[in-house]
Structures are given as structure tokens and as C-alpha cells.
């Protein structure tokens, strides 16, 4: 059976999560407020809502027994994306991912205990220094 994932925020974060799943063949449904993300997405999701995250019953009405997996892509608007966790741990998805704008939203995250908690400019940084240490660079360094 293929992975079903439910992408929340169709920021630069979230929509590149959707369309490598997609890519991947993994069934997305992708969901944000704005209207033309929303369309953007649709492009390539299975699936693509635009649903205001405003309380914990604004899932109410989708199947959420049907998803494995959660991204939360929500870092700016810290309320909203608590909410949305709060309101996915609701429900039966197995596995929530969401992304921290910050340390201390980080820390909220984990006090709410979200499987999975990414700092997108952390992690960049350390595969950044990563790649210089192991001279993984996408050209070859110029001769001097």
C-alpha cells in the first residue's frame, strides 16, 4: 500500500517536502490558507485544500485515519502551528513531523512531544559543513 502523507503550509519548506513525495510516488494532500499556493501545489499533489488552520476541529472533516505521516510546515506563525499539532495529535496519524522557526518553538514542539522536530537553517548549516569536510562540492574546485 503506498504512504500517504498530509502536508500542512505550503511555504518553500512545505512545498518542497509535497513535491518530492510526489515526485516519489507518495500520495500528498497539501493544505494552506493562501488559495495560490494552493493551486501551485495542485499541480503536482494528489490532492491539494486551502483550509485556515484556525481551531482544533479544522480537521473535522478530513480523512485523517487515511494519512501516515504528518508535515507540519508552519515556522513563522508559531500559534498556528502548535494548533496544527496539537489538533494532529488528535488524531490517528502515526508520525508527525513539523518544522521550528526557532529554538524556543522548537522546544514547545517537543513538549507536545511531535515525532519529529527539523530547523531547516540548522540542518543546511550542518550539511553544509558536512560537504565541505567530506569535499562533496556540486563542482569540481577550480585549479589555482
Given at each position: ?7 500542512i503550509g505550503l511555504g518553500i519548506f512545505g512545498m518542497s517536502v509535497?513535491?518530492?513525495?510526489s515526485e516519489e510516488g507518495v500520495d500528498v494532500l497539501a493544505i ?76 514547545v514542539l517537543e513538549k507536545l512531544d511531535i515525532d519529529e522536530i ?27
Amino acid at each position: 500500500m503506498k504512504k500517504q502523507c498530509l502536508v500542512i503550509g505550503l511555504g518553500i519548506f512545505g512545498m518542497s517536502v509535497a513535491k518530492k513525495l510526489s515526485e516519489e510516488g507518495v500520495d500528498v494532500l497539501a493544505i494552506d490558507k493562501d488559495m495560490r499556493l494552493v493551486e501551485r501545489a495542485s499541480k503536482f499533489v494528489n490532492k491539494a485544500l486551502c483550509l485556515n488552520i484556525n481551531s482544533l476541529d479544522a480537521f473535522n472533516n478530513l480523512p485523517m485515519d487515511s494519512f501516515d505521516i504528518a508535515v507540519v510546515g508552519i515556522g513563522e506563525n508559531v500559534p498556528v502551528s502548535i494548533l496544527t499539532c496539537l489538533a494532529l495529535k488528535e488524531t490517528k496519524i502515526k508520525y508527525i513531523i513539523a518544522k521550528g522557526g526557532d529554538k524556543l518553538h522548537k522546544e514547545v514542539l517537543e513538549k507536545l512531544d511531535i515525532d519529529e522536530i527539523i530547523l531547516p537553517e540548522e540542518y543546511l548549516g550542518i550539511m553544509t559543513a558536512e560537504n565541505i569536510v567530506n569535499n562533496k562540492f556540486k563542482k569540481e574546485e577550480k585549479d589555482k
